[in-house]
């Protein structure tokens, strides 16, 4: 049925929101709950960075391009340094043609505008190969 949300609990999808900004977390955290999607918040990219060094591992990673400490280009950078195969989705509200193409240069798989919404998370998947029946 047309505008229906997917659930997704049972495929037991994991996902890492990396923000700096409080509404955006909480944005991005209840979309993913209401997909079924477990997920975690932080806030910036050394905080994502350390997560995985944790031997924390996430299939999908929301990741802001602008943020104090290490920005999401210097995060998804430094991820696909150490190996990590998570898909990444760059989500900005910053969207100007080199800034768009040096942060999938990085190592993004997919990059969306802000805000983040149900359709465009569902898109985010269906292009990074999770299996989204809507």
Do not use: W
């Given at each position: ?12 999808l ?68 150490m ?5 990444i ?24 505008e ?5 359709s ?15």
């Amino acid at each position: 049925m047309a505008g229906e949300i997917p659930n997704l609990a049972e495929s037991k999808l994991t996902a890492l929101v990396v923000d700096d900004n409080l509404v955006n977390q909480m944005m991005h955290h209840k979309l993913l709950d209401r997909l079924g999607i477990r997920n975690d918040v932080v806030c910036n990219g050394q905080e994502a960075v350390d997560a995985h060094c944790s031997g924390r591992n996430y299939d999908l990673i929301l990741m802001d391009m602008e943020m104090p400490i290490m920005n999401g280009i210097q995060a998804t950078k430094r991820l696909r340094e150490m190996g990590i195969e998570s898909k990444i989705a760059g989500v900005t509200t910053r969207a100007e043609e080199e800034e768009r193409k040096e942060f999938m240069e990085a190592g993004l798989n997919d990059f969306q505008e802000k805000p983040l919404t149900i359709s465009k998370l569902v898109s985010i998947l269906h292009n990074l190969d999770f299996y989204v029946q809507t």
